[in-house]
């Protein structure tokens, strides 16, 4: 402002009056150089070219002009001798002055910043580029920051201690659907430490030449291997191998198993302290005592008596490879299998990678010099098959498979592993009845006792029997039937295992699919009453009319149970005495693929499906016990499905974990088709191979199943209240092949209208005590009655009652025909009565019907009856198998 405040300097020339001039063309205050007058090319822009009083000023010339500029930056007088700068001259106003050419600069700061960024006195690109000082200060702030953390990281951490992760070792708890204490299992009784003189040089060799062969000169850790599982998990994906034993060991003593960039960092900190404080030989100790081997056996010493029932130091260097390779993961190199808990882990694919990696073991403590030659000859001579798996305490009766079933729903339900839920701290409700399970157990036994003589009859051996009960419209299991025990030595769960086909239970599902979608030919939804050829060996056609051909393209003929000629008869009748050909011409008009989707929707699921060809419809899919009777379920709830579930709650240090709501209920199949299935099936109790469900004394219905060669028999029925399913079988102990049960309990032949349905009544009796017989929804009339392509009328027969007089409770020892002769029997339901011929007792059988199986000649797709091999205790069903859980 002071300049302004100065006397006007007098111009050069012109005298007082040019003076004048000036003082009168300018007004008070600041005001900018009129535009162009200085020559600047900022003067162009923006300039304010007007007095204040909104008027343009004139200028009389160059001259004029050129003073007002002088006079509008205080330059009225002429510059002075400019200093100088190391010979150079300075900028105009000295050190802080605007700069030769650029007009008024920005006042520079007096101070210097801390950062300087973006850059002062730079311009375009280079003020955004740090200086080397600004990058290289905070690259060492960075680096020094890392230090200061690792170390008060090191120092904050603790070294694990083996008899600390032993004692914080918990028992699961489980609980029955009432709450009460089911029992206590885990891995908290089952664990003793060992010093490292008491564990043989061979089982620690074996360890370190298959695990960490650097391990005596290592550090602890492997920063290659941290590096490679932190890039996974920052991907999302699998965490790799590559950890020291050091790092495993760690990891062992931390009940927390979650696969995080923090605990990787923890555990690399730990394991650097732990590779400075303890011995390498203190380190495998604790690393042996702490692994988990399976069988529940946490630690070297356990391990050795769950297989071998011995202690850790008389392991030879054959056993030592053994229990080197379940490292690896026991679930899958446990030749006994844990089928039931994952379907890759049946017997024989566990036994191959045992003894594939036992092998590769043995060769490179070889190779590593660690055994002799001698040695490694005498080892490597025979696999050293351990003993079979022993039942932990209290896992007797069926109690063992109830737990294996909830463990796999929680698995599968949860970010729990396998290993974590071992280690304990677990809390489980379930959704089993103590009084249904020990009632479906005592049926058993009780039919076991009337029917089977092992002692004294051979075909009576091996024979086993598997069962499953689900609430409809509900989906919890309330009870199951795995096996004779975990005591006896039978560790596969037959509630939930495949390997067992379904033979005719498979067929309402095949009826079901005809009433919802119709055939190729009805297109639309076709009744139970439309009529289909029901005679032996009969051809089965394409959708073109052409034959099905077998492999050497010859036509495939369908075979019944018996040679009876049924002629055209109803699907009603077909369905009551399980003739067979009917259903798979049947199915093959509606399409396999509908008949295999309604399946699915109902609850089964579809990796226990065989080939979708013509024996498909005659039940050659493979599902679990518990997987029919919740898609019978689904009958009983008029179409409505849900998944079934056997855990209802889980708690961890009293916090609930998340996953374990109920299923949604979603809808099958449309209600009457439901209801019409249902109507059909009572129809099979009340007149067809059902027949001795009767004694049940209430309204039910259910399917009789049985396989060819009579490999397998079924018995599946529901109530409102509960379906529940009942499977026997007889299988070779050696190969896991199932075997004919024909001759077997004295009998020609067992079908499921036989003892399966005797085990079904007997529990269903105990399971529905006190219990309103609620029947079943009034099944509307539905679809079109239509006859086969071509088919005639068939002629009528007289109606006769049948001969047989239904008792209350049948008989234990049945008397059977040798020579039945079928004769007619009434059909009723709600279409009225029809007269379609039948048998007395069910067919060609007196005490089953002619409930056949699917036929011994296959279509060029067809996979065997035993469902493409009888993988015995893979557990693809119950609800474990797929995404529902």
Same mark, same amino acid.
């Given at each position: 402002?002071?300049?302004?405040?100065?006397?006007? =300097? $007098?111009?050069?020339?012109?005298?007082?009056?040019?003076?004048?001039?000036?003082?009168?063309?300018?007004?008070?205050?600041?005001?900018?150089?009129?535009?162009?007058?200085?020559?600047?090319?900022?003067?162009?822009?923006?300039?304010?070219?007007? #007095?204040?009083?909104?008027?343009?000023?004139?200028?009389?010339?160059?001259?004029?002009?050129?003073?007002?500029?002088?006079?509008?930056?205080?330059?009225?007088?002429?510059?002075?001798?400019?200093?100088?700068?190391?010979?150079?001259?300075?900028?105009?106003?000295?050190?802080?002055?605007?700069?030769?050419?650029?007009?008024?600069?920005?006042?520079?700061?007096?101070?210097?910043?801390?950062?300087?960024?973006?850059?002062?006195?730079?311009?375009?690109?280079?003020?955004?580029?740090?200086?080397?000082?600004?990058?290289?200060?905070?690259?060492?702030?960075?680096?020094?920051?890392?230090?200061?953390?690792?170390?008060?990281?090191?120092?904050?951490?603790?070294?694990?201690?083996?008899?600390?992760?032993?004692?914080?070792?918990?028992?699961?708890?489980?609980?029955? +659907?009432?709450?009460?204490?089911?029992?206590?299992?885990?891995?908290?009784?089952?664990?003793?430490?060992?010093? *490292?003189?008491?564990?043989?040089?061979?089982?620690?060799?074996?360890?370190?030449?298959?695990?960490?062969?650097?391990?005596?000169?290592?550090?602890?850790?492997?920063?290659?291997? *941290?590096?490679?599982?932190?890039?996974?998990?920052?991907?999302?994906?699998?965490?790799?191998?590559?950890?020291?034993?050091?790092?495993?060991?760690?990891?062992?003593?931390?009940?927390?198993?979650?696969?995080?960039?923090?605990?990787?960092?923890?555990?690399?900190?730990?394991?650097?302290?732990?590779?400075?404080?303890?011995?390498?030989?203190?380190?495998?100790?604790?690393?042996?005592?702490?692994?988990?081997?399976?069988?529940?056996?946490?630690?070297?010493?356990?391990?050795?008596?769950?297989?071998?029932?011995?202690?850790?130091?008389?392991?030879?260097?054959?056993?030592? %490879?053994?229990?080197?390779?379940?490292?690896?993961?026991?679930?899958?190199?446990?030749?006994?299998?844990?089928?039931?808990?994952?379907?890759?882990?049946?017997?024989?694919?566990?036994?191959?990678?045992?003894?594939?990696?036992?092998?590769?073991?043995?060769?490179?403590?070889?190779?590593?010099?660690?055994?002799?030659?001698?040695?490694?000859?005498?080892?490597?001579?025979?696999?050293?098959?351990?003993?079979?798996?022993?039942?932990?305490?209290?896992?007797?009766?069926?109690?063992?498979?109830?737990?294996?079933?909830?463990?796999?729903?929680?698995?599968?339900?949860?970010?729990?592993?396998?290993? $974590?839920?071992?280690?304990?701290?677990?809390?489980?409700?379930?959704?089993?009845?103590?009084?249904?399970?020990?009632?479906?157990?005592?049926?058993?036994?009780?039919?076991?006792?009337?029917?089977?003589?092992?002692?004294?009859?051979?075909?009576?051996?091996?024979?086993?029997?598997?069962?499953?009960?689900?609430?409809?419209?509900?989906?919890?299991?309330?009870?199951?039937?795995?096996?004779?025990?975990?005591?006896?030595?039978?560790?596969?769960?037959?509630? #939930? /295992?495949?390997?067992?086909?379904?033979?005719? /239970?498979?067929?309402?599902?095949?009826?079901?699919?005809?009433?919802?979608?119709?055939?190729?030919?009805?297109?639309?939804?076709?009744?139970?009453?439309?009529?289909?050829?029901?005679?032996?060996?009969?051809?089965?056609?394409?959708?073109?009319?052409?034959?099905?051909?077998?492999?050497?393209?010859?036509?495939?003929?369908?075979?019944?149970?018996?040679?009876?000629?049924?002629?055209?008869?109803?699907?009603?009748?077909?369905?009551?005495?399980?003739?067979?050909?009917?259903?798979?011409?049947?199915?093959? #008009?509606?399409?396999?693929?509908?008949?295999? #989707?309604?399946?699915?929707?109902?609850?089964?699921?579809?990796?226990?499906?065989?080939?979708?060809? +013509?024996?498909?419809?005659?039940?050659?899919?493979?599902?679990?016990? *518990?997987?029919?009777?919740?898609?019978?379920?689904?009958?009983?709830?008029?179409?409505?499905?849900?998944?079934?579930?056997?855990?209802?709650?889980?708690?961890?240090?009293?916090?609930? *974990?998340?996953?374990?709501?109920?299923?949604?209920?979603?809808?099958?199949?449309?209600?009457?088709?439901?209801?019409?299935?249902?109507?059909?099936?009572?129809?099979?109790?009340?007149?067809?191979?059902?027949?001795?469900?009767?004694?049940?004394?209430?309204? +039910?219905?259910?399917?009789?199943?049985?396989?060819?060669?009579?490999?397998?028999?079924?018995?599946?029925?529901?109530?409102?209240?509960?379906?529940?399913?009942?499977?026997?079988?007889?299988?070779?102990?050696?190969?896991?092949?199932?075997?004919?049960?024909?001759? /077997?309990?004295?009998?020609?032949?067992?079908?499921?209208?036989?003892?399966?349905?005797?085990?079904?009544?007997?529990?269903?009796? %105990? +399971?529905?005590?006190?219990?309103?017989?609620?029947?079943?929804?009034?099944?509307?009339?539905?679809?079109?009655?239509?006859?086969?392509?071509?088919? =005639?009328?068939?002629?009528?027969?007289?109606?006769?009652?049948?001969?047989?007089?239904?008792?209350?409770?049948?008989?234990?020892?049945?008397?059977?025909?040798?020579?039945?002769?079928?004769?007619?029997?009434?059909?009723?339901?709600?279409?009225?009565?029809?007269?379609?011929?039948?048998?007395?007792?069910?067919?060609?059988?007196?005490?089953?019907?002619?409930?056949?199986?699917?036929?011994?000649?296959?279509?060029?797709?067809?996979?065997?009856?035993?469902?493409?091999?009888?993988?015995?205790?893979?557990?693809?069903?119950?609800?474990?198998?797929?995404?529902?859980?």
């Amino acid at each position: 402002m002071s300049e302004h405040r100065r006397k006007p =300097p $007098q111009p050069q020339g012109g005298g007082r009056a040019a003076a004048r001039r000036g003082q009168s063309g300018s007004s008070p205050g600041r005001r900018a150089a009129p535009r162009g007058a200085t020559g600047s090319p900022s003067d162009s822009y923006g300039s304010d070219s007007y #007095d204040s009083g909104g008027e343009e000023r004139q200028y009389g010339g160059r001259a004029e002009a050129r003073r007002a500029a002088q006079r509008s930056t205080g330059g009225g007088r002429r510059r002075g001798a400019e200093p100088t700068r190391g010979g150079r001259r300075a900028a105009p106003g000295g050190p802080n002055g605007p700069g030769r050419g650029r007009g008024r600069a920005a006042a520079v700061p007096d101070k210097k910043r801390l950062i300087d960024y973006p850059r002062a006195g730079k311009y375009g690109w280079q003020r955004w580029m740090p200086s080397w000082k600004l990058v290289s200060g905070l690259c060492i702030g960075f680096f020094g920051s890392l230090v200061a953390v690792a170390g008060i990281g090191y120092a904050m951490v603790g070294v694990p201690n083996e008899e600390n992760a032993a004692a914080r070792s918990q028992n699961n708890v489980y609980y029955w +659907a009432d709450g009460t204490q089911m029992v206590a299992a885990g891995s908290g009784q089952n664990r003793q430490n060992v010093t *490292i003189d008491r564990i043989p040089p061979a089982m620690r060799w074996a360890v370190i030449s298959a695990e960490n062969k650097s391990f005596y000169q290592d550090k602890g850790v492997d920063p290659m291997g *941290i590096a490679r599982a932190l890039a996974n998990m920052a991907r999302g994906g699998d965490t790799q191998g590559g950890s020291t034993i050091t790092q495993q060991f760690v990891k062992n003593t931390y009940l927390s198993q979650e696969q995080t960039v923090s605990r990787k960092f923890k555990e690399m900190f730990i394991s650097i302290k732990v590779g400075t404080k303890l011995s390498k030989d203190e380190i495998l100790q604790g690393y042996l005592n702490t692994s988990y081997y399976g069988r529940g056996a946490y630690g070297i010493q356990a391990a050795a008596q769950a297989y071998y029932g011995k202690e850790a130091r008389y392991l030879t260097p054959s056993e030592s %490879a053994f229990l080197a390779a379940l490292l690896k993961g026991p679930t899958y190199y446990d030749p006994a299998g844990n089928g039931s808990l994952d379907a890759n882990a049946s017997k024989d694919k566990n036994t191959k990678r045992s003894k594939d990696r036992w092998a590769w073991i043995l060769e490179q403590m070889h190779n590593d010099k660690r055994i002799t030659d001698a040695e490694y000859q005498e080892a490597i001579k025979k696999y050293p098959m351990p003993d079979p798996r022993k039942a932990s305490k209290g896992m007797t009766g069926q109690i063992g498979y109830l737990v294996d079933t909830a463990k796999k729903y929680v698995l599968n339900h949860s970010n729990i592993s396998e290993k $974590q839920f071992d280690q304990g701290g677990y809390q489980i409700k379930t959704t089993f009845d103590k009084d249904k399970v020990d009632a479906l157990a005592k049926a058993v036994k009780k039919v076991e006792k009337e029917k089977l003589d092992p002692k004294n009859r051979e075909l009576d051996k091996h024979v086993q029997f598997g069962g499953a009960s689900v609430k409809p419209n509900d989906g919890a299991i309330v009870a199951l039937y795995g096996g004779a025990g975990y005591e006896n030595g039978h560790f596969n769960n037959n509630a #939930d /295992t495949s390997g067992v086909p379904v033979g005719s /239970t498979w067929k309402p599902f095949v009826l079901a699919a005809a009433m919802e979608h119709g055939t190729y030919r009805s297109k639309g939804p076709l009744s139970p009453l439309s009529k289909y050829n029901g005679n032996d060996h009969l051809k089965v056609k394409n959708n073109d009319g052409t034959y099905v051909l077998k492999k050497d393209n010859t036509p495939f003929f369908q075979e019944n149970e018996s040679d009876y000629p049924w002629g055209y008869i109803s699907l009603r009748k077909a369905m009551e005495q399980s003739v067979n050909t009917p259903f798979v011409q049947l199915g093959m #008009d509606v399409g396999m693929k509908n008949v295999a #989707d309604l399946a699915e929707k109902s609850g089964i699921l579809n990796s226990s499906f065989a080939g979708l060809n +013509a024996s498909f419809a005659l039940g050659t899919s493979t599902p679990s016990a *518990i997987r029919m009777a919740d898609a019978y379920a689904t009958f009983a709830a008029s179409g409505k499905q849900a998944a079934p579930y056997s855990v209802t709650s889980v708690k961890s240090n009293g916090r609930e *974990i998340e996953g374990f709501k109920k299923p949604r209920v979603t809808r099958a199949m449309p209600e009457q088709v439901a209801n019409n299935v249902t109507d059909t099936l009572e129809n099979v109790i009340q007149n067809g191979t059902g027949k001795k469900a009767l004694s049940l004394g209430r309204t +039910a219905a259910g399917k009789t199943g049985t396989t060819d060669e009579n490999k397998s028999a079924w018995f599946v029925g529901y109530t409102q209240q509960l379906s529940t399913s009942v499977a026997m079988f007889r299988e070779d102990p050696k190969s896991a092949k199932l075997l004919s049960m024909n001759g /077997t309990a004295g009998e020609k032949s067992i079908h499921g209208g036989d003892v399966p349905t005797q085990v079904w009544t007997e529990y269903m009796k %105990a +399971a529905l005590k006190g219990e309103t017989d609620l029947g079943f929804p009034e099944a509307e009339e539905i679809g079109v009655i239509q006859d086969e392509a071509g088919a =005639p009328s068939p002629k009528p027969t007289p109606s006769v009652e049948p001969s047989e007089t239904v008792t209350e409770s049948p008989s234990p020892t049945p008397t059977e025909s040798t020579t039945p002769s079928p004769t007619p029997s009434n059909t009723c339901g709600f279409f009225g009565c029809e007269n379609d011929g039948g048998t007395e007792n069910g067919g060609s059988t007196g005490n089953g019907g002619t409930d056949g199986g699917a036929s011994t000649e296959p279509t060029p797709t067809d996979t065997n009856l035993d469902g493409g091999g009888n993988s015995r205790g893979n557990g693809n069903g119950g609800i474990f198998g797929g995404p529902e859980g």
